[in-house]
């Protein structure tokens, strides 16, 4: 059954540096999103990406996120410069029409 | 703008009991309602899913979850619990675009 995998499963990183977190989709998947987890909260909502381009973002996603899909199987979400308050899991997901596959997850943990 | 809520964020129930997890919604349209369970470290699992048509849905694992128009509520059943149901659940709205919001989860544990 195809599901969609995320890289690394843990990242470790210093505050300030910047980070890659890498997700393959399934493959005729269309929609594409990230979302976070911070340790003992929801799940939020990060952006969408459709076509080549981002088609909805939260206010979380600021100046310091951006997402890149740069060939035919990888989505990135890429921080820039990682502050504590990134730390969470972070969700990759994809879709066709409607319901959104999730991936495990990439633990992010800021020091 | 959309939001959900699970008024519940824990509940312990008997092995074999029936188990039930609120989720109510407010939404403008039509929703897309979503259950998902998440075990400890793992990602999110899909159990079930409304987008039209019967009200009452099934999913994996024995649940089942009734949209309520009425009382903007999608709540989870299932009627007898076995401890490897214990973990945090979830419930969802889609959105136009497919993007999801989530409850803040319902943390299930169950006893022998």
């Known amino acids: 059954e195809p599901e969609v995998t995320q890289t690394p499963s843990h990242q470790v990183t210093q505050m300030g540096q910047e980070v890659i977190l890498r997700c393959v989709p399934i493959s005729n998947h269309l929609y594409f999103y990230w979302y976070r987890q911070i340790l003992g909260q929801k799940v939020e909502f990060l952006v969408s990406f459709y076509n080549n381009e981002i088609s909805e973002k939260s206010e979380i996603f600021d100046d310091q996120f951006s997402v890149e899909r740069p060939d035919g199987s990888n989505f990135t979400l890429k921080i820039r410069s990682t502050k504590l308050e990134d730390s969470a899991m972070y969700f990759c997901a994809s879709s066709v029409v409607g319901e959104q596959f999730f991936g495990p997850g990439t633990r992010l943990t800021v020091l | 703008a959309q939001s959900v809520t699970q008024p519940d964020i824990h509940i312990t129930v008997s092995e074999g009991a029936s188990l039930e997890l609120r989720c109510n919604y407010s939404?403008?349209?039509?929703?897309?309602l979503f259950w998902y369970v998440q075990s400890p470290g793992q990602g999110l699992q899909l159990l079930l899913k409304y987008f039209s048509g019967d009200t009452l849905v099934q999913g994996i694992k024995g649940f089942e979850a009734e949209f309520k128009r009425s009382q903007s509520s999608f709540n989870l059943r299932k009627p007898s619990v076995h401890w490897s149901d214990a973990a945090e659940y979830f419930c969802a709205v889609g959105e136009d675009d497919y993007k999801l919001s989530f409850g803040a989860g319902t943390t299930v544990t169950v006893r022998a």
């Open positions: 939404y403008g349209a039509t929703p897309y």
